[in-house]
């Protein structure tokens, strides 16, 4: 068996998409701990257990567990070996529902599981994929099904899906199958190749050997370059790691001392002419001289902008000053023209009473005048 895992916080996507398979007569579900499997009662009910962990964001643990093409898997021995998973990963009191689809050339089933247990707690995601193969190679055993090899065990690692997809479309291996090819037919081409020899076969086949190699001549590990590529041992498979080679190979740490670190001394050792390191001083010359006048370009341009804004900065003070005074000399004319407004107000007040007064002893006057004329 295999399992792929996925951890986040995207319980509704997950379920949506198996509940459609389901709905499309593509899957069914086999097991679940919720009351009823409609999405908006798993929902609420997941929500609810949520409350516990407001802040965690990835709650969501998603596994599918593949069996080989062959493999004869009832529903019911799907449900054991998922418990049996659940419970061995610590999900033994968590909310859980399995779909198994029948979409694919082999058999396999969809696990979701919300990592908020009822009482609160959470199930670690650390090395949970070393924890997982663990369990998937004991339920191999326990219930006599075809056993996968680890990839602890194995010892190729297998090639990516775009290193397939290369070698379909150039007929080549990759560099990483050329690569375990030539070492392996490089370690069978003698018994106990000495650490040199080992060496130099990998070189005439184009391989150049890494090594990774402390001050007191321990080498920790060991890396090959090939076309271009550099890998590390363990990345091409456990049969390529420094632990593995140093056994099969005719190693001893304080004689061939002086043989690996002549190779990384060579490793290290660029491969360079004289016109080479001339071209390179004239481009660094270059670099220089053009980091140079671009700085004395800054250089003008701040000075430039520095005048600039002391002059702005002294024309404003001037404009400040200006507008003082005349804000000054604005509010004196309106204290001026209140003075002489109030005056107008109180001399106008004054002719109304006066004028009718005046009249009326004229008119008085008058009549009298006309009377003692007439008399």
Same mark, same amino acid.
């Given at each position: 068996?295999?399992?792929?895992? +996925?951890?986040?916080?995207s319980f509704r996507g997950a379920l949506r998409y198996n509940q459609e398979k389901v709905a499309a007569g593509k899957a069914e579900v086999l097991d679940n701990s919720f009351v009823n499997v409609t999405e908006r009662n798993i929902m609420k009910e997941v929500a609810m257990v949520r409350m516990q962990r407001p802040d965690l964001?990835?709650?969501? *643990? ?10 004869? +898997? ?5 449900? =054991? ?40 707690? +959470? ?19 326990? *219930? ?31 560099? =990483?199958?050329?690569? %375990? ?6 370690? =069978? ?17 184009? +391989?150049?050997? !890494? ?6 001549? *321990? ?43 002549? %190779?990384? !001394? ?15 001083? =004239? ?21 430039? !902008? ?14 400040? %000053?200006? !507008? ?19 005056? *107008? ?12 007064t005046v009249v009326g002893i004229i008119s008085a006057l008058v009549t009298n005048l006309i009377c003692w004329i007439v008399s």
């Open positions: 068996m295999t399992g792929s895992q +996925v951890k986040g916080r964001k990835k709650y969501f *643990y998603h596994t599918s567990i593949n069996f080989p093409k062959d493999e004869n +898997v009832s529903n019911e021995l799907m449900i =054991k070996i998922g418990r049996d998973y659940l419970d061995a990963n610590g999900f033994n009191q968590h909310q859980y529902i399995m779909f198994r689809h029948h979409d694919a050339s082999h058999p396999h089933f969809h696990i979701l599981v919300n990592r908020i247990g009822y009482d609160g707690s +959470v199930v670690t995601d650390s090395n949970d994929y070393q924890r997982s193969e663990k369990v998937l190679r004991h339920l191999e055993k326990k *219930y006599n099904l075809t056993q996968v090899v680890g990839s602890r065990e194995s010892k190729e690692r297998g090639m990516s899906n775009n290193e397939i997809l290369m070698m379909k479309r150039t007929n080549d291996p990759s560099a =990483k199958v050329a690569m %375990q090819i030539i070492i392996g037919e490089v370690l =069978k081409s003698k018994d106990q190749l000495s650490t040199n020899e080992f060496i130099s076969k990998l070189e005439q086949r184009g +391989v150049k050997v !890494l090594f990774n190699q402390a001050s007191t001549g *321990y080498v920790s590990g060991i890396s090959y370059s090939y076309q271009g590529m550099v890998m590390q041992g363990s990345k091409l498979g456990n049969a390529f790691k420094w632990s593995t080679i140093k056994n099969i190979i005719n190693y001893e740490q304080e004689r061939d001392r002086e043989r690996i670190t002549k %190779q990384m !001394l060579d490793q290290n050792t660029p491969s360079i002419n004289f016109e080479q390191v001339t071209n390179m001083l =004239k481009q660094i010359e270059q670099t220089h001289w053009e980091v140079m006048n671009d700085m004395e370009s800054f250089r003008t341009k701040h000075r430039t !902008l520095s005048f600039s804004f002391t002059d702005h900065h002294s024309q404003l003070k001037l404009s400040e %000053q200006h !507008l003082q005074r005349l804000t000054e000399k604005l509010s004196e004319q309106l204290t001026e023209q209140s003075t002489r407004f109030s005056k *107008y107000q109180k001399s106008s007040r004054l002719k109304r009473y006066l004028t009718p």
